[in-house]
């Protein structure tokens, strides 16, 4: 719970800046992953899924900016791609939508607003923030063993890295890559049961997902748009 009350004070601290503030909206298209007990090291070719998302984003000035949004994808992960005893024993597979809601606060390494040519055309950023999303895992046990299903809603703390560029005129466009810190292990909805021996979910390691995607983001216009200077 310290981490996230770090997080909210400095969403607030931000909130009061007032130097080059503007507004864009943007949608999000990409894939998503799980790392889990069907998954577990960073084999992103069990299963690959689609994702889409929509974003809202405020600029507080040209190095950070507060992001809200909603994502959806899909989960997915077998038994079958590992060679480890266990998951041959278990052949068990695992699919899932996901929704995702979520706010960070982004840092750009390099000033930058888009269309705002005294700042960089581009620049590489890092996000980290707080998020809550619903799963509602769908199980095959490879035969007639008993594995747990039901929905879960549960937090998580997304953080990753990225590029921003400008695209044409008020137009961004971005690629980011996420991973999302959960506080569950039954992203995947296997049971603790042990069957022969073996246990089918070890709840001492929460489960994982991430996020890999290209962002197209549109700058919203007001009256105070511009404002001079480059913030270091």
């Not at 769908?138 to 007639?144: E, I, K, W």
Request: aromatic share 16%.
């Amino acid at each position: 719970m310290k981490f996230y009350k770090s997080i909210i004070i400095l969403f607030l601290l931000f909130s009061y800046s007032v130097n080059c503030q503007n507004s864009e909206i943007g949608v999000l298209a990409g894939s998503s992953y799980y790392i889990g007990e069907l998954n577990p090291s960073v084999q992103i070719m069990n299963k690959v899924r689609p994702a889409l998302g929509v974003f809202y984003r405020k600029n507080l000035s040209k190095r950070y900016a507060l992001r809200f949004g909603i994502n959806y994808a899909m989960l997915s992960a077998t038994d079958k791609f590992s060679s480890n005893e266990l998951s041959q024993f278990r052949q068990l597979s695992f699919s899932t939508n996901l929704w995702e809601g979520y706010g960070i606060l982004e840092f750009n390494f390099i000033p930058y607003q888009i269309n705002n040519y005294a700042t960089s055309k581009f620049t590489p950023y890092v996000f980290i923030g707080v998020a809550g999303f619903w799963v509602s895992p769908n199980v095959d046990g490879g035969g007639n063993r008993e594995v747990a299903k039901a929905d879960v809603i549960a937090p998580s703390m997304p953080f990753g890295l990225g590029v921003k560029l400008n695209f044409v005129r008020n137009l961004g466009l971005g690629l980011e890559w996420g991973m999302r810190k959960t506080f569950t292990d039954q992203i995947d909805g296997l049971s603790e049961k042990y069957v022969s021996g073996y246990q089918l979910s070890n709840t001492q390691n929460n489960d994982w997902y991430s996020i890999i995607g290209i962002t197209l983001n549109y700058k919203i216009l007001t009256k105070s748009d511009h404002c001079p200077g480059v913030i270091n």
